[in-house]
C-alpha cells in the first residue's frame, strides 16, 4: 500500500507556481515523490470562535469515520476469505480503487454544498458514516446467519452418520414394515 502525505506550500504568485515549484524540486532527487492536486472549495469558514468549537468535534469525527472505514474495509477481508488478495480490487470508494480516488480527489458539492457551514457538512458526514456503520451491521448479521445455514447443510450433507441424512444411503426395502414382531433399528458403528 502507498504512503500518502497531505502537505501545505508556501504560496508563490499563484497555486499553480507554488505547485511547479515542488514538482521541480521533488523531480531533481530522482523522483523523490509524486504530487497532485487537492483541489478544496471555498467552504463557509465562518468566526474563529466557530472554528476552534468546531476543531474537537472534528478530530472525534474523524476517529470514529477511520474507525468506521477499518470495520468495513476487516469485515470485508474476512468475506473473501481464500482471495485476501483480492481486497484491494474490491475496496473501491466511489466507485474506483482508493489510490486514483485519493489522488484525483474532486469536492461532491451534492452531497456536501458549499453553501452549509463547517458544522452542518460535519453533521452530514457523521450521519452518513452512522449509516454506513448500522447497513455493516445489518448486512453482516445477515451474512453471518447465511453462512451458520450454509455450514449446518453442509455438515448434515458430509458430515458424520449420526447428523447425515440418510435417504440416499437407506433404502425402504431394508426395513422390515407391518411386523407385529419385529422392528427395524438403524445403528451407526463407527470403523
Do not use: C
Not at 49 to 54: N, P, S, W
Not at 71 to 98: G, P, S, W
Not at 117 to 136: P, Y
Amino acid at each position: 500500500m502507498s504512503e500518502y502525505w497531505l502537505i501545505s506550500i508556501p504560496g508563490d504568485k499563484t497555486p499553480a507556481q507554488a505547485f511547479e515549484t515542488l514538482n521541480n524540486a521533488t523531480s531533481k532527487q530522482n523522483t523523490l515523490s509524486t504530487n497532485y492536486k487537492l483541489p478544496i472549495p471555498d467552504l463557509k469558514v465562518g468566526t474563529l470562535d466557530q472554528l476552534v468549537g468546531l476543531s474537537d468535534d472534528l478530530q472525534k469525527l474523524d476517529q470514529y469515520v477511520e474507525g468506521v472505514t477499518r470495520k468495513v474495509a476487516n469485515y470485508l477481508k474476512d468475506v473473501l476469505e481464500d482471495q485476501r488478495d483480492k481486497l484491494a480490487e474490491n475496496l473501491l470508494a466511489n466507485n474506483v480503487d482508493l489510490a486514483h480516488y485519493v489522488t484525483h480527489y474532486q469536492w461532491d458539492a451534492a452531497k456536501y454544498p458549499l453553501k452549509l457551514s463547517l458544522r452542518n457538512l460535519s453533521e452530514i458526514i457523521a450521519k452518513q458514516a452512522g449509516q454506513i456503520d448500522a447497513d455493516l451491521k445489518v448486512k453482516s448479521s445477515h451474512y453471518n446467519n447465511l453462512k451458520g445455514s450454509l455450514q449446518n447443510l453442509e455438515k448434515k450433507q458430509t458430515g458424520s452418520l449420526i447428523t447425515r441424512n440418510l435417504a440416499d444411503i437407506v433404502k425402504k426395502e431394508h426395513f422390515v414394515l407391518d411386523s407385529e414382531y419385529l422392528v427395524t433399528l438403524v445403528v451407526v458403528v463407527p470403523k
